[in-house]
T-cell receptor, first 111, second 116 residues
């Protein structure tokens, strides 16, 4: 089982729709979680950190479920500009820190 | 001003050659990273340096060696290039102190390496 797994998609949704996708992680010692966004042929950029209590940033909501070991990203009122690949990132701290990126979920918003 | 810069942006070279990719950050960050993103878009960390100390060294061939002349630079040297080394290499930096890695990572624009 991969340490971090994401549905690769693509998710193809109409503008204005609400879309959500999950990212599961296998190591219960995982301690920090993030969502990054990567546009085609560009570098990844931080979208938001994911906090235990869940957090919201405008149309984006991130949640963490430690019991089931997944994080989620919800996008409301999707815009064409939301089309991108969304990468989840998990950081483990033990004897050696480990940063693991998921393979990404591709989202395509259609007019 | 570019926060994290990499040169070159594109690199095409023959198998067996030795090449370097440079990375510089002007954010005053303590930690820098090198990632490889392959054709399947899977982004994998290779190295991380904090104040010239190697703190993450994933299993990569020893043909790859990071060199950090100072806190603002982390260069990647690759010896005896192979076809499988073709990928996009991203440099990144974060403010994190030693062994925390909690902070946002800022990525450079990437270097697209093609080995012929």
């Amino acid at each position: 089982r991969k340490e971090v797994e994401q549905d690769p998609g693509p998710f193809n949704v109409p503008e204005g729709a609400t879309v959500a996708f999950n990212c599961t992680y296998s190591n219960s010692a995982s301690q920090s979680f993030f969502w990054y966004r990567q546009d085609c042929r560009k570098e990844p950029k931080l979208l938001m950190s994911v906090y235990s209590s869940g957090n919201e940033d405008g149309r984006f909501t991130a949640q963490l479920n430690r019991a089931s070991q997944y994080i989620s990203l919800l996008i409301r009122d999707s815009k064409l500009s939301d089309s991108a690949t969304y990468l989840c990132v998990v950081i483990l701290y033990s004897s050696a820190s480990k940063i693991i990126f998921g393979s990404g979920t591709r989202l395509s918003i259609r007019p | 001003d570019t926060a994290v810069s990499q040169t070159p942006k594109y690199l095409v070279t023959q198998m067996g050659n030795d090449k370097s990719i440079k990375c510089e950050q002007n954010l005053g960050h303590d930690t820098m990273y090198w990632y490889k993103q392959d054709s399947k878009k899977f982004l994998k960390i290779m190295f991380s340096y904090n104040n010239k100390e190697l703190i993450i060294n994933e299993t990569v061939p020893n043909r790859f060696s990071p060199k950090s002349p100072d806190k603002a630079h982390l260069n990647l040297h690759i010896n005896s290039l192979e076809l499988g080394d073709s990928a996009v290499y991203f440099c990144a930096s974060s403010q994190s102190g030693v062994r925390t890695l909690t902070d946002t990572q800022y990525f450079g624009p990437g270097t697209r390496l093609t080995v012929l």
